[in-house]
């Protein structure tokens, strides 16, 4: 493989955190050139590169593909590991389903390896082909900005370091190596939307909008999707204070903000609070903002708004957190935790509910709604409350920074 390819990957690696990187390997040409570039540049090798397979087990080439790639990792001598997608129901959208489950499959891997990065084989031909099945979806800005050079997910960073190669390229770097690969048979499969696209590309040619042209499009969009998420930024900083993990905001200051600021601003603070992988829809945030404006209250992505005096108020739902238990040394709803003293034998954290909260004398003195700190955390043992630090004042417990405003604005630009 070329020293060009190796510089380009090299450069799309450096947005991630260092140390030791997985590699994500299907088989197929583009994963199989990222390895053979990872594995031939030895600073990356004595780093510590990793390389792993997930067999989705839904096609009957799956297993012998996995084993194909065990078998270049030998002779790269990179450890490999092949992980297996089992207990699917079989119901909803299956690529989807593949995709979610590959994503959480690998970060329990990395996890587990103490890696902080994994690389992915995406090229400028699935960004393009991206941007179009987008475009056919009505995307917005965000949506065709496509993918990312650097994402953070599942408490990993995941790196297309080869978004700016297209896939000949590498084909042709493979072919003067005499590296071989396998064909995906469903590459040819026009029941799946990205094949449709990759077909289309071809017949798009002739009006000059190719892989590369598409590609640029998605950098100009990320450019403009960036100084929107700025805006965002600053606007979070003038207008939101965070109290007992809720969000407080003056509602005709953010009403007066433009539209797709607003929208975006709700939007962060939804996914924030919510603790999704994906951003609510943008359906579901118009509907919110609609019931507010009507009746001064509604819900979405397992959060609850409401307006009270001239301020709206953000939180989660009651009912999202109502039987969502941790340990006391981990992570509640995950953005809380609590330190303090030891804790009891068999203690757990979980929501206060409407109930103790009614014995927390004083609860009333931090300013916020009853239906807000009802879902703030609560140290319990055999059922009976031990503390609610949010709920008590001089609690020898205290929650930890994962639910401030420094957090929900890292949020907003990390999203």
Known sequence: MSADLLSKVLDGLAAGPGGRLGVAVSGGSDSVALLHLLAGHAPLRDAGLYCVTVDHGLRPESAAEAQFVAGLCRGLDVPHETLCWQGWDGRGNTQDAARRARYSLMADWAHTHGIAAVALGHTRDDQAETVLMRLARGAGVDGLSAMAIHREAHGISWLRPMLGIGREELREGLRRDGISWKDDPGNENTDYDRIR????????????????????????????????????????????????????????????????????????????????????????????????????????????????????????????????TASPDGVWDHRWTITGPPAPENAVVSAVGAQDLATCAGWRDAGVPHAAMIVTPALRQDGQLIAAPEAQAGCHWQSGPQSTKDALLSALLSH
């Open 197 to 324: 696209a990759r077909k289309a590309l071809r017949d798009l040619e002739p009006l000059g909008i190719d892989a590369s042209r598409l590609a640029m499009v998605a950098a100009h969009m990320a450019d403009a999707r960036d100084v929107l998420q700025h805006q965002t930024h600053v606007a979070a900083m003038e207008l939101v204070e965070v109290r007992c993990g809720a969000v407080c905001m003056p509602w005709q200051n953010l009403c007066h903000l433009p539209a797709e600021t607003r929208r975006r601003l709700v939007t962060g603070i939804l996914r924030w609070m919510g603790g999704g992988d994906y951003a609510p829809r943008h359906s579901a945030v118009a509907a919110l903002l609609g019931s507010l404006e009507m009746s001064g209250a509604g819900t979405a992505a397992g959060c609850q708004a409401l307006r009270r005096g001239s301020d709206l108020w953000v939180f989660r739902e009651y009912a999202a957190v109502r039987d969502l």
